[in-house]
């Protein structure tokens, strides 16, 4: 039995939830993406605006008692999915510069969509108090009755508004 | 309680090599990641159109992971539960902030996970992507008074699953096994109905005999999960620092 490039779910599950485990067993918390990009628009704005920032509600916390906001744990896991995902690329040939779009969508139309959809995820983790994984995965096993809900209703949202952008996609 | 894990706050090791080792755990998400085809766009975004049902079946598998190893590691007293950080719940934030979010995954295609590892094998929607998640994120802090007492709303604490039903926490486990493979199956039907059987690689059969022991395996603990009473896995009386999230987290504090 060979997997290759793309593996059945379950196995690429199992090791995606073999990942969070070790964050529990080591760490003693899970794994997660969105904090460390929240600590990263903190940093540059703080480059620019540094007592702006400090004095920010939601940002200040970063900065506080003269705190490094990229010196956190959520920065490390993020530097290791990026050479966790560059090296499976790269191992099995896969590394491309392209734009991925359904057959029946322009690429800058395409490009146009991401930027939007980013801009409205960027927003709904924040509320959320973290993404799929960090609130999604980490919570589910930790049986926490906020992430289920958040998970259902991401499917709920997508579901919503699947058939407006079906063009993109299918 | 003197048990070992989790290593960085029983002192076993270091902050600072705590946070080295985040590097390789990372490392085997975005590994995995990859392998599961979510650096591409196409593939979650077809989730919600039922012709790719990999995203919700890679979170099943990934959630019970987790699940049955935390739970059982308490379990074993192998872990002291009281020093991991449970994730707090505001009902209703989480409950708006996943439709959104789900709304910006099915347009943008990713979510920022995936994304992240789309822009480490070259995806130029990938890269975009990231830059408008870094876009609602400055927004969201930037005008955080706007929100603020809303984000703040609906806490709950460290609020679970079975405390939520009344049944025991062995017994919230085996159900959420039986949700996800009742869940994995019916999608997949869903799947081959309406778009017909196409996937013949993973659904192979030395792949799917493989799939079904896991799920077996999967399900025999959960069985024997249901048999132990909540106080095996965790002591609700104790509230450490770690364990309740105090109404007044420094993460929500409004001026």
New interface residues.
């Given amino acids: 039995?060979k997997?290759g490039?793309?593996?059945?779910?379950?196995?690429?599950?199992?090791?995606?939830?073999?990942?969070?485990?070790?964050?529990?067993?080591?760490?003693?918390?899970?794994?997660?993406?969105?904090g460390a990009?929240?600590r990263?628009?903190?940093w540059v704005?703080h480059s620019l605006f540094p007592a702006a920032t400090e004095q920010?509600?939601?940002?200040g916390?970063y900065f506080?008692g003269g705190a490094h906001p990229l010196?956190d744990?959520v920065v490390?896991?993020?530097?290791?999915?990026?050479?966790?995902?560059?090296?499976?690329?790269w191992l099995?040939g896969?590394?491309?510069?392209?734009?991925?779009?359904?057959p029946n969508i322009s690429s800058s139309n395409?490009?146009l969509?991401?930027?939007?959809?980013?801009?409205?995820?960027?927003?709904?983790?924040?509320?959320?108090?973290?993404?799929?994984?960090g609130?999604?995965?980490?919570?589910?096993?930790?049986?926490?009755?906020?992430?289920?809900?958040?998970?259902?209703?991401?499917?709920?949202?997508?579901?919503?508004?699947?058939w407006f952008?079906?063009k993109?996609?299918? | 309680m003197d048990l070992a894990?989790?290593?960085?706050?029983t002192g076993v090791?270091s902050a600072a090599m705590?946070?080295?080792?985040?590097?390789?755990?990372?490392?085997?998400?975005?590994?995995?990641?990859?392998?599961?085809?979510f650096?591409?766009?196409?593939r979650i975004?077809?989730?919600?159109?039922f012709?790719d049902v990999?995203v919700?079946?890679?979170?099943?598998?990934?959630?019970?992971?987790?699940?049955l190893?935390?739970w059982g590691?308490s379990l074993a007293g192998l872990?002291d539960i009281s020093?991991?950080?449970?994730?707090?719940?505001?009902?209703l934030?989480?409950?708006?902030?996943?439709?959104?979010?789900?709304?910006?995954?099915?347009?943008?295609?990713?979510?920022?996970?995936?994304?992240?590892?789309?822009?480490?094998?070259?995806?130029?929607?990938?890269i975009?992507?990231?830059?408008?998640?870094?876009?609602?994120?400055?927004?969201?802090?930037?005008f955080?008074?706007v929100?603020?007492d809303f984000?703040n709303s609906d806490y709950?604490g460290?609020?679970?699953?079975?405390?939520?039903m009344g049944i025991g926490?062995g017994a919230?486990?085996l159900v959420?096994v039986i949700v996800a493979v009742v869940g994995t199956i019916s999608m997949i039907f869903v799947q081959d109905l309406v778009w017909g059987e196409k996937d013949t690689?993973?659904?192979s059969r030395?792949?799917m005999k493989?799939?079904g022991a896991?799920?077996a395996i999967a399900i025999a603990v959960g069985i024997i999960f249901a048999f132990f009473p909540t106080e095996s896995f965790i002591d609700d009386t104790v509230e450490t620092p770690?364990y309740i999230v105090p109404k007044a987290d420094?993460?929500g504090?409004?001026?």
């Fill in positions: 039995m997997f490039t793309r593996w059945p779910p379950i196995p690429a599950g199992i090791l995606i939830g073999i990942s969070m485990l070790l964050a529990f067993v080591v760490a003693g918390r899970g794994i997660g993406a969105s990009m929240t990263l628009v903190a704005q920010s509600a939601y940002f916390k506080a010196n744990y490390f896991i993020l530097i290791g999915l990026l050479i966790g995902a560059f090296v499976a690329a099995s896969e590394l491309r510069v392209e734009i991925l779009r359904g395409r490009l969509l991401a930027l939007f959809g980013g801009i409205i995820s960027g927003f709904a983790a924040r509320l959320a108090r973290g993404c799929t994984s609130q999604g995965l980490v919570g589910g096993a930790e049986l926490s009755v906020g992430a289920w809900v958040f998970l259902m209703c991401v499917f709920v949202g997508g579901w919503m508004v699947a952008v079906r993109q996609w299918i | 894990a989790p290593f960085a706050k090791i705590n946070l080295w080792l985040a590097i390789p755990i990372g490392f085997i998400f975005g590994y995995a990641l990859f392998h599961a085809g650096t591409d766009s196409r975004a077809w989730a919600f159109y012709k990999g919700p079946v890679v979170m099943f598998s990934a959630i019970v992971t987790g699940m190893g935390l590691m872990i020093l991991v950080y449970m994730l707090p719940t505001y009902l934030p989480m409950a708006v902030g996943g439709v959104l979010f789900g709304v910006g995954m099915v347009i943008g295609g990713y979510c920022p996970g995936t994304a992240i590892a789309a822009v480490a094998t070259g995806k130029i929607d990938g975009v992507f990231v830059g408008g998640f870094l876009i609602g994120s400055l927004v969201f802090g930037d955080f008074p929100w603020g984000f709950m460290a609020f679970r699953l079975d405390q939520w926490l919230t486990v959420i690689f993973t659904k030395p792949f493989l799939q896991l799920v770690y420094m993460t504090m409004a001026p």
